[in-house]
């Protein structure tokens, strides 16, 4: 499976974005999909997961303010980021797994997208 993510760019706090992650591969229902993020200096960290049947888990720091969902007809699952802060830039990285459980652990997700930056200003 090959992940393209998309729709990173620049916002001021408060503002919202709109993350895709778009998959090639065919049975994408049968995939959870993570987002991770890392910020300049720091580690790679989890922010969201969705399982193939569209149950949702979210790191603590985003509860509330990042939703997740996912077009199975589309090979498309969508991550929609408001009330953004600037401590919230960070390259944002979309990652499947060939399981319909969720993980948040990064070395469970077995392909990863290219990235996506979002940089929120103050």
């Known amino acids: 499976v090959q992940l393209q993510a998309s729709g990173g760019g620049l916002v001021q706090a408060g503002g919202s974005l709109k993350l895709s992650c778009t998959a090639d591969g065919r049975a994408f229902s049968n995939y959870a999909v993570g987002w991770f993020r890392q910020a300049p200096g720091k580690e790679r960290e989890f922010v969201a997961t969705?399982?193939?049947?569209?149950?949702?888990y979210y790191a603590d720091s985003m509860k509330g303010r990042f939703t997740l969902s996912r077009a199975n007809s589309k090979n498309t699952v969508y991550l929609q980021m408001n009330s953004l802060k600037p401590e919230d830039t960070a390259v944002y990285y979309c990652?499947?797994?060939?399981?319909?459980?969720?993980?948040?652990?990064?070395?469970?997700?077995?392909?990863w997208g290219q990235g996506t930056l979002v940089t929120v200003s103050s």
């Open positions: 990652a499947a797994r060939a399981s319909t459980y969720a993980s948040v652990l990064k070395r469970d997700y077995n392909f």
């Open positions: 969705i399982t193939g049947g569209s149950s949702t």
